[in-house]
């Protein structure tokens, strides 16, 4: 948020489900102005309808590799993620 001026953040995920990182940020999101979203517990899982959509619109934008290419790295931010199908 600081770096992006941004004025809204949302939790998803699993990771949202996390009350006490529900609490961290949204006392971030007030201190900046800003408006914290967080899905309905049920929608805050790890969702492999989430990762398969999210290779359907790689595929549609041209992206394409071979399984070999291919990782899982946990560590992985989605900061990080150059978005080139859009």
């Known amino acids: 948020m600081a770096h992006l001026d941004n004025v809204e953040v949302l939790l ?20 900046r102005g800003a408006t914290m979203f967080v899905p309905p517990g049920e929608l805050c899982i790890d969702n492999g309808a989430m990762i398969a959509w ?13 399984v070999a290419d291919t990782r899982v790295d946990q560590r ?8 080139s199908w859009r």
């Open 12 to 31: 998803g995920g699993g990771v949202a489900r996390n009350k006490r990182l529900q609490d961290m940020v949204g006392i971030m999101a007030k201190d």
């Open 54 to 66: 999210t290779g359907l619109e790689m595929y549609r934008g041209g992206v394409r590799m071979t």
């Open 76 to 83: 992985y931010r989605t900061d990080d993620v150059v978005v």
